[in-house]
């Protein structure tokens, strides 16, 4: 499965992601294949589960970028859009209970931080 979805996006994969494809890729195609399988289930259950939003988000993007650059661009492009919108959201929704310290806006000068709190931008 993993070959023929290499060798059908061969000629629309990026030049620089080729030689991973060819050299990494095609010879560990049944381990990438579980990866690939259990990339969306770890991302699904963090996004549903309440816990680590963050992570879920880095991982699906993560995985788009890679379909990516490999050459399906289609559907990837518009989920990593709604991803990347996703992320924008929660990082202006600030702080909360379920999601201290998973993402977080930097303060700017106008708002200093409070003494003590973490600030930071993080994905996970």
Do not use: K
Request: hydrophobic share 50%; charged share 10%.
């Amino acid at each position: 499965m993993i070959n023929d979805f290499v060798t059908e996006h061969q000629d629309v994969a990026l030049g620089w992601y080729r030689p991973f494809l060819d050299n990494i890729v095609l010879p560990t195609a049944p381990m990438i294949a579980v990866i690939v399988v259990l990339g969306p289930l770890a991302a699904g259950l963090a996004l549903t589960s309440g816990r680590p939003h963050g992570l879920g988000i880095a991982i699906g993007m993560f995985l788009n970028l890679s379909f990516m650059a490999a050459g399906a661009v289609t559907p990837s492009a518009f989920y990593l859009l709604a991803q990347g919108a996703l992320a924008l959201w929660m990082a202006e929704q600030g702080p909360s209970p379920r999601r201290s310290g998973w993402l977080r806006i930097v303060a700017s000068e106008e708002q200093p931080a409070a003494p003590g709190t973490r600030i930071w931008i993080s994905v996970c």
